[in-house]
């Protein structure tokens, strides 16, 4: 079975950038499986980020950016606010259905 | 604007059989390209993606679950239907449903709703 591996957790400083991963067991992530990204803040519904790699959902601040870095997807935060302390998940398209990595919990302090 | 909501019980026993129904607005599930899915979360734990039936009727299952999950639909409503057997305990999550759209990705959320597994 597919297992989509994401960092458990992460630290930044306000101002600063992060990158986080989403990787494979088995195998390179690459643009055919789709890689989206989703942040959820406590007690609340996910809300969708990126899309097909690197498209921006509406109302997505450009300091969020979407990539494949290596042989991983990545959500890559530009000047880090404290709002965007959340969990982050990314999602992959595989073998017609969808997988979510274990999510990443990033703390800005 | 798109809207989706989930509705069914609070609290099922075990063995017994889950029914939650998402009603959605915004969209039609007859348009091409489009689906809705269902996800859940176990207290304090990770997303997991249930099932995803898309516009033209084509369903997919997590394949740790497939045999316990049925998902359909009724666009005469602007509903989909998820029903899940044989329920334990470990299936207390929040569930969600989402409107997809293709390239496969989950567009829009539900607010989810708690399910409690217990006798």
């Known amino acids: 079975q597919t297992v989509v591996t994401q960092e458990p957790s992460f630290s930044v400083s306000p101002g600063g950038t992060v990158t986080l991963t989403c990787g494979l067991s088995?195998?390179?992530?690459?643009?055919?499986?789709?890689p989206s990204w989703y942040q959820q803040r406590p007690g609340q519904a996910p809300r969708t980020l990126f899309y097909?790699?690197?498209s921006r959902s509406s109302g997505v601040p450009d300091r969020f950016s979407g990539s494949i870095l290596g042989n991983k997807a990545a959500l890559t935060i530009t000047g880090a606010q404290a709002d965007d302390e959340s969990d982050y998940y990314c999602?992959?398209?595989?073998?017609?259905?969808?997988?979510f990595g274990g999510g990443t919990t990033l703390t800005v302090l | 604007q798109i809207t989706l909501k989930e509705s069914g019980p609070t609290l099922v026993k075990p063995t017994q059989t889950l029914t939650l129904t998402c009603t959605f607005s915004?969209?039609?599930?007859?348009?091409?390209?489009?689906?809705v899915g269902w996800i859940r979360q176990p207290p304090g734990k990770a997303l997991e993606w249930l099932a995803l039936i898309h516009w033209n009727d084509d369903k997919r299952y997590s394949p740790s679950l497939k045999s316990r999950l049925t998902i359909t639909k009724d666009t005469s409503k602007n509903q989909v239907v998820l029903k899940m057997t044989n329920m334990d305990p470990v299936d207390t999550a929040t569930y969600y449903c989402a409107h997809s759209r293709l390239p496969f990705f989950l567009a829009n959320w539900g607010q989810g709703t708690l399910v409690t597994v217990s006798s």
């Open positions: 088995s195998g390179s992530v690459s643009t055919n499986y789709y």
């Open positions: 999602v992959l398209f595989v073998d017609s259905g969808l997988v």
């Open positions: 097909n790699t690197n």
């Open positions: 915004g969209f039609s599930l007859v348009t091409r390209g489009v689906g």
